[in-house]
């Protein structure tokens, strides 16, 4: 297999804490010799597999933006790849474990921005008093969104155990029978 270890992991996580261009993620793997590049990055965001990049502006004049996904798909990338070595299609992938934390990922990424949008709009909200209040109410709406996305991470995960142990059990029958 030409997977990342935990250390890799964990490595490419503190270096991209703010996010990881395409490049970076293919070039990880490809560096382990996996067969993998942009276009199935590609595939895989479109599937559904991982999350949209982020349009994130270049510092200095004139520069444009580039895409960062967060870091947390390395680890993703890395989880499709080890069901796929074990025989399960991209179909399997997409309604199993991988592909349901990808969607409370995603889940959890759009809360965040559209949160911090709330953040903005109280901060210059025209009347100055009620400031507080509103940053409080949408600290309650954080901590209901946060309690929302843990109850949906244990769903997933019980959700997903069956279409995994299935998914095991007939390799293991193919195997056998081979």
């Known amino acids: 297999m030409t997977l990342l270890s935990d250390a890799e992991l964990r490595r490419l996580e503190k270096k991209h804490s703010v996010g990881i261009s395409s490049r970076a993620v293919v070039e990880a793997f ?6 993998f590049s942009e ?13 949209k990049s982020k349009r994130v502006g270049m510092a200095g004049r ?15 990338v890395n989880d499709i790849k080890a069901a796929l070595d074990a025989g399960a299609t991209l179909d399997e992938v997409r309604i ?23 953040y903005e709009a109280a901060e210059t909200h025209p009347d100055k008093p009620a400031r ?3 940053r409080r109410e949408i600290e309650e709406h954080r901590r209901a969104i946060e309690s929302a996305t843990r109850s949906l991470e244990r769903f997933a ?13 007939d390799r293991d029958e193919r195997e056998a029978r081979a």
């Open 39 to 51: 276009a199935t990055l590609r595939k895989y965001v479109q599937l559904g597999l991982l999350p």
């Open 62 to 76: 004139h520069r444009g933006s580039s895409g960062l996904y967060p870091v947390t798909i390395v680890r993703l």
């Open 96 to 118: 199993g474990r991988v592909g349901l934390e990808g969607e409370v990922d995603t889940l959890r990424l759009a809360s965040e921005r559209t949160l911090a949008r709330f």
């Open 157 to 169: 995960a019980r959700l997903a155990r069956r279409p995994e142990r299935l998914l095991y059990a």
């Open 30 to 35: 490809q560096t382990k010799g996996a067969r």
């Open 132 to 134: 507080p209040t509103l």
